[in-house]
């Protein structure tokens, strides 16, 4: 198991407040006061963990940045799942499950939204490539507010492989494209759910796009030429979850 540092305390605070994760020590700014901090000591008085006051200085100097808000974390690196354990564990769960799978997203920013939105919005698990793909980092458990925590990730060799296993396990595949003829809003979302997003600017590869059952687009405003990767699969989660919201609800 490789360690890390972690920083922010959304992130920090996450990883506390998840007893899987093992964390070594805590390092905060000896001049930082607020509810933030106070959360921090109470989290880890509870669990036993080391903690340390530095000048801001030293943290500057123990992350080669400014941007830790001042206070640091060595943890263990999260491990990534592992998809025979997934898929079996769908077999168990009665109910709407969701997968996330990103074909190829790059960027930390929108990965890290994206891992927001899926935790908001009953995500069971994200599903990323090997290969042309953002990995799980300290950045992006930063800007993920610690909802990194509360997802599983997992990375396999061949998306569209996985997703013809997938559908083997009764998942029906959707993909967000704009040009597909298919409105977000005129789905009926199937229990078992796998959305798919491509990559920033190109999309879904082909041999990926050939495998979703229906492809879906959100209408938008002539003047505008597209939507940001993060933005869109937020609206497409938000739309399968109100749905089947209110359907359980008139159940």
């Known amino acids: ?18 007893e899987q994760r093992h964390v070594s020590k ?23 963990i080391t903690l340390e006051f530095a000048k801001r200085a030293q943290l500057n100097q123990l992350l080669g940045h ?14 990534y799942g592992s998809f025979s354990q997934v898929s079996e564990r769908t077999e168990d769960i009665a109910g ?27 995500v069971d698990t994200i599903v990323i490539p090997r290969n042309r793909s953002v990995a799980l980092t300290s950045a992006v458990a930063k800007r993920s507010s610690g ?3 509360r997802v599983s990730v997992v990375r396999v060799v061949n998306i569209a492989n996985t997703l ?23 789905v009926q979302w199937p229990e078992r759910l796998a959305i798919v ?10 041999l990926v796009r050939e495998r979703c059952d229906a492809l879906v687009r ?3 405003h002539p003047r505008s030429n597209s939507l940001n990767v993060a933005i869109a699969g937020a609206i497409v989660l938000a739309y399968a979850w109100e749905q089947r919201c209110a359907v359980g609800s008139t159940s």
């Open 1 to 18: 198991m490789t360690k890390e540092t972690l920083y922010g305390f959304h992130a920090v605070i996450g990883a506390l407040k998840n």
């Open 26 to 48: 805590i390092v905060i700014d000896e001049h930082r006061r607020g509810g933030a901090v106070r959360q921090v000591l109470a989290l880890t008085q509870h669990r036993g």
């Open 66 to 79: 400014t941007r830790h808000q001042g206070v640091v974390a060595l943890v263990e690196s999260l491990e």
């Open 96 to 122: 709407p499950q969701t997968l996330l799978v990103l074909d190829g997203v790059t960027d930390v920013g929108n990965f890290a939204s994206l891992i927001r939105s899926a935790v908001a919005f009953g």
């Open 147 to 149: 909802a990194i925590e």
């Open 164 to 186: 013809d296993e997938l559908k083997q396990r009764g998942f029906w595949i959707y993909g967000a494209g704009m040009t597909a003829e298919l409105r977000v809003a005129q």
């Open 197 to 206: 997003l491509g990559a920033e600017g190109s999309g879904m590869r082909r």
């Open 218 to 220: 959100i209408p938008m």
